[in-house]
T-cell receptor, first 114, second 112 residues
Framework: NAGVMQNPRHLVRRRGQEARLRCSPM?????VYWYRQLPEEGLKFMVY????????ESGMPKERFSAEFPKEGPSILRIQQVVRGDSAAYFC????????????FGPGTRLLVL | QKEVEQNSGPLSVPEGAIASLNCTYS??????FFWYRQYSGKSPELIMS????GDKEDGRFTAQLNKASQYVSLLIRDSQPSDSATYLC????????????FGAGTRLFVKA
């Protein structure tokens, strides 16, 4: 399967724990985007990364959230000290370049904070 | 604040009819426009991309772009019950920007 992969597909955490979401882009893609979708709402941009670089993190909360895309391995979205309001679907998308290139989405990770 | 606006619906059309979905955007310099389909509980799936003014057709789908009016639409001909989903309009910032801004989506119901 050469598509965008995300894991885990479902993640349950208690308040105060850490959530770590992983995304492997489509083969040949070097640009990764993370989005958050609350129930019955649209996709909200969080962060855009290339290998080893954060290009635009203007959509990401300043505290508790961080993202990385190392030279080797998947992109990671980390949420520290989760709160109930973090419960959402987190989607990763990848593209071969920025600008006009189409983004292809992974299946998402559904995070539930108890 | 750059915005992409869609009518949330639901839009209900009978099977075989034409469904018309509309979207307006605020950033006049936007260059790239996309329509995604999202079934409940699933991830967005690209249907169409359009970059130039005018119409672009792909099977039963036609995307229309009018940059002067900052308006993009999606027409679905011969609508099928399987087309029932939420349709998301997405707009890339002007060249040099990195974000894709998504509308909140229009829910479409196609009645058999």
């Amino acid at each position: 399967n050469a598509g965008v992969m995300q894991n885990p597909r479902h993640l349950v955490r208690r308040r105060g724990q850490e959530a770590r979401l992983r995304c492997s882009p489509m083969k040949g893609h070097s640009h990764v985007y993370w989005y958050r979708q609350l129930p019955e709402e649209g996709l909200k941009f969080m962060v855009y990364l290339q290998k080893e670089n954060i290009i635009d993190e203007s959509g990401m909360p300043k505290e508790r959230f961080s993202a990385e895309f190392p030279k080797e391995g998947p992109s990671i979205l980390r949420i520290q000290q989760v709160v109930r309001g973090d419960s959402a679907a987190y989607f990763c998308a990848s593209s071969s370049s920025r600008g006009q290139e189409t983004q292809y989405f992974g299946p998402g990770t559904r995070l539930l904070v108890l | 604040q750059k915005e992409v606006e869609q009518n949330s619906g639901p839009l209900s059309v009978p099977e075989g009819a034409i469904a018309s979905l509309n979207c307006t955007y605020s950033d006049r310099g936007s260059q790239s426009f996309f329509w995604y389909r999202q079934y409940s509980g699933k991830s967005p799936e690209l249907i169409m991309s359009i970059y130039s003014n005018g119409d672009k057709e792909d099977g039963r789908f036609t995307a229309q772009l009018n940059k002067a009016s900052q308006y993009v639409s999606l027409l679905i001909r011969d609508s099928q019950p399987s087309d029932s989903a939420t349709y998301l309009c997405a707009v890339n910032e002007r060249t040099g920007g990195f974000k894709t801004i998504f509308g909140a989506g229009t829910r479409l119901f196609v009645k058999a």
